[in-house]
């Protein structure tokens, strides 16, 4: 089946380095699109989301962009701090289905190096 | 306003036990999802309830139930279990209305083992 993925499953940067996370989408159907942050012992935290009918979308620190053409995603983490390590998913779903179900990928563990 | 609460925080079973899982959603939440966190496969969707309706369920097998009660709070239920069924089991809830997806936020999960 149709599934979300990512291109990197590490990331390591220096602290106050921008860090740039990448997901690649294969559902065409997909338009809305989550990106999560899971520290260890924790549920995943909702970071910020964006619709298809949208490139880019800017959170305190964090932007996401969508291209549709090549069905890929990117979260962008400015100023990167140690507080930020920590595995990072993207998830997809398609609205007007009956049910809500997201469709994640592996996660990219970023590391932020003091 | 409270976030997703989920209890117990862990348990541990022994194979062929079964298991009934909690979960409080964000007030005024209507949409309740259950995910299954493990190593090997990732995130992957158990099922969600809407006013009380299962709407959908994943690839998982019959041992694998769920329900929803008037206050939108939820249950998961694992019969018969499995060595494979050690997981962290993640509820999730969304201010979803009409066929329009919303932000999901998550609990911090039951981390269930199996022995």
């Known amino acids: 089946g149709e599934s979300v993925g990512l291109h990197l499953p590490t990331l390591s940067v220096q602290e106050g380095d921008n860090s740039i996370i990448n997901c690649a989408y294969s559902?065409?159907?997909?338009?809305?699109f989550i990106w999560y942050k899971q520290e260890s012992g924790k549920g995943p935290q909702f970071i910020i989301d964006?619709?298809?009918?949208?490139d880019k979308r800017q959170g305190q620190r964090v932007t996401v962009l969508l291209n549709k053409t090549v069905k890929h995603l990117s979260l962008q983490i400015a100023a990167t701090q140690p507080g930020d390590s920590a595995v990072y998913f993207c998830?997809?779903?398609?609205?007007?289905?009956?049910?809500?179900?997201?469709?994640f990928g592996k996660g990219t563990k970023l590391s932020v190096i003091p | 306003k409270a976030g997703v609460t989920q209890t117990p925080r862990y348990l541990i079973k022994t194979r062929g036990q079964q298991v009934t899982l909690s979960c409080s959603p964000i007030?005024?939440?209507?949409?309740v999802s259950w995910y299954q966190q493990t190593p090997g496969q990732g995130l992957q969707f158990l099922f969600e309830?809407?006013?009380?309706?299962?709407?959908n369920k994943g690839n998982f097998p019959g041992r694998f139930s769920g329900r929803q009660f008037s206050n939108s709070r939820s249950e998961m239920n694992v019969s018969t279990l499995e060595l494979g069924d050690s997981a962290l089991y993640l509820c999730?809830?969304?201010?979803?209305?009409?066929?329009?997806?919303?932000?999901?936020?998550f609990g911090s999960g039951t981390q269930l083992s199996v022995l």
């Open positions: 999730a809830s969304s201010f979803r209305q009409g066929r329009t997806n919303e932000k999901l936020f």
């Open positions: 559902n065409s159907a997909s338009d809305y």
């Open positions: 964006i619709r298809s009918n949208m």
């Open positions: 998830a997809e779903t398609a609205s007007g289905a009956g049910s809500y179900q997201l469709t």
């Open positions: 007030s005024g939440h209507r949409s």
């Open positions: 309830y809407f006013s009380e309706t299962q709407r």
